[in-house]
């Protein structure tokens, strides 16, 4: 899977199979449309593209209401190459969403960015697909302009569960308010957060937990406080951990930590940059009489989740 970051470093396929969309969180609607996208690839022997937009176009748009963002960009990547269509990719072109772009007419894209850039042979898009200044493209117009251009649309239908459509709105609500299970289930992997090592106070050290601090980008949604069983590779091995997302309320500090303890990790050096997957919540915030306290818990998580994740 090749990266194009931008119009300009991508080299035109030979009438690549396409989809373009945001695909925050990539989701099992977002995976329903890449699993058509491997299929017409073996069908017609033609390469496929996935174009996305960074950053997410409310940000440009509208930033007083754009949310936070399921997926980074470098996370998207991240998720693209771990599910099975991933290795059947053939690349992704990230463009870049500025101003200018966002008022682009949608009959001014088709020819000039669709064809004539990307030179698509096939559109697959979802069935609520909005493009173009003020998101007035769809597929009616697409539809119509298809036999103009010379190229084959297909929509895909929304996924259900719960008998309403996944979206990453919905996945977001859940994430921050509701159901870390039900979201991780519409999402259809564990929740990716990635973040930088950063130093701390040293505090889960004295009690025999030494953690990880993580700073992540702003614009990341974290889901409800509370601890979460995780898993993460460095330097390809594999292992099992716990997160604490929220306030050390038993050291009286109100500010939002992520605190990272990985089990049976005895390196020194830690990457750059962790991606941490968050496989399970186990408990919320608790606020303890002392650190005698914590560590008792802190054990007791350690258990709950060893059991869990190598289960």
């Not at 007419?105 to 669709?114: M, Q, R, T």
């Amino acid at each position: 899977m090749k990266i194009f970051y931008g119009l300009n470093e991508f080299s035109p396929l030979e009438k690549p199979i396409v989809t373009p969309g945001t695909f925050d969180g990539i989701h099992l609607g977002h995976q329903a449309i890449l699993k058509e996208l491997v299929r017409e690839k073996k069908l017609r022997n033609k390469d496929n593209l996935l174009v996305t937009y960074e950053p997410h176009p409310q940000y440009v748009v509208s930033p007083q209401n754009a949310p936070l963002v399921l997926s980074t960009l470098e996370e998207k990547i991240a998720i693209l190459e771990n599910l099975p269509e991933g290795k059947f990719i053939s690349g992704v072109l990230v463009i870049k969403f500025t101003g200018e772009f966002s008022r682009l007419s949608p009959d001014w894209f088709i020819p000039n960015i669709l064809i004539n850039k990307i030179n698509a042979g096939m559109l697959i898009i979802g069935e609520n697909h909005a493009f173009g200044c003020n998101r007035i493209g769809g597929i009616e117009l697409l539809s119509r302009e298809s036999s103009k251009y010379g190229f084959d649309l297909k929509v895909i239908p929304s996924i259900l569960f719960d008998n309403q459509r996944i979206s990453s709105s919905r996945i977001r609500k859940e994430m921050q308010t509701g159901d870390f299970e039900k979201a991780c289930l519409m999402l259809g992997h564990s929740y990716l957060v990635s973040g930088k090592p950063v130093k701390g106070k040293g505090i889960g050290k004295e009690i025999g937990y030494p953690t990880i601090n993580l700073e992540v980008p702003k614009r990341k949604l974290l889901p409800k406080s509370g601890v979460y069983g995780v898993e993460t590779k460095i330097k390809d091995n594999k292992y099992y951990g716990m997160m604490y997302i929220g306030r050390k309320l038993t050291l009286d500090d109100e500010a939002l930590s992520l605190e990272l303890h990985l089990f049976d990790y005895y390196e020194k050096e830690l990457p750059d940059n962790l991606m941490i997957y968050l496989k399970k919540w186990i408990r919320g915030e608790k606020k303890f009489d002392n650190l005698k306290e914590l560590k008792t818990q802190l054990n007791q998580d350690e258990k709950t989740i060893r059991h869990l994740l190598n289960r």
